[in-house]
């Protein structure tokens, strides 16, 4: 069973970077496509970013556009979220999930999901 393991969060000032890592555990995911989630204190998960199981085309949600980049590594074993210009909107529990053979939009399946990293932005 492959496990997904997030890192990379932290408590950081509005205008600041983080880069989050999601690490694949126990098989390799090729042709699998990749998401980032993010669940709010008092609210519901929200699509982040996606990225195709090819790993050419990309999905972002309008908050995030401009600000965050979705990535993955030539052995789609670690995905990537660059996030700049950070905001106090952007403090949530930040998930990754993965999806064989899909494309970067959001959808209702996935196959698997990590235990999330926490993002705290103050003002």
């Known amino acids: 069973q492959v496990q997904l393991v997030e890192s990379g969060g932290g408590l950081v000032q509005a205008g600041d970077s983080l880069r989050l890592s999601c690490v694949a555990s126990?098989?390799?995911?090729?042709?699998?496509?990749m998401y980032w989630f993010r669940q709010a204190p008092g609210k519901e998960r929200e699509f982040v970013a996606g990225?195709?199981?090819?790993?050419?085309?990309?999905s972002y949600a309008e908050s995030v556009k401009g600000r965050f980049t979705i990535s993955r590594d030539s052995a789609e074993s670690t995905v990537f979220l660059q996030m700049n210009t950070l905001t106090v909107e952007d403090t949530a529990v930040y998930f990754c999930?993965?999806?064989?053979?899909?494309?970067?939009?959001?959808?209702?399946?996935?196959?698997?999901w990590g235990q999330g990293t926490q993002v705290t932005v103050s003002p």
């Open positions: 999930a993965a999806n064989h053979l899909s494309g970067p939009h959001p959808r209702e399946h996935y196959d698997y």
């Open positions: 126990g098989r390799a995911l090729r042709n699998y496509a």
């Open positions: 990225i195709s199981w090819s790993g050419g085309v990309t």
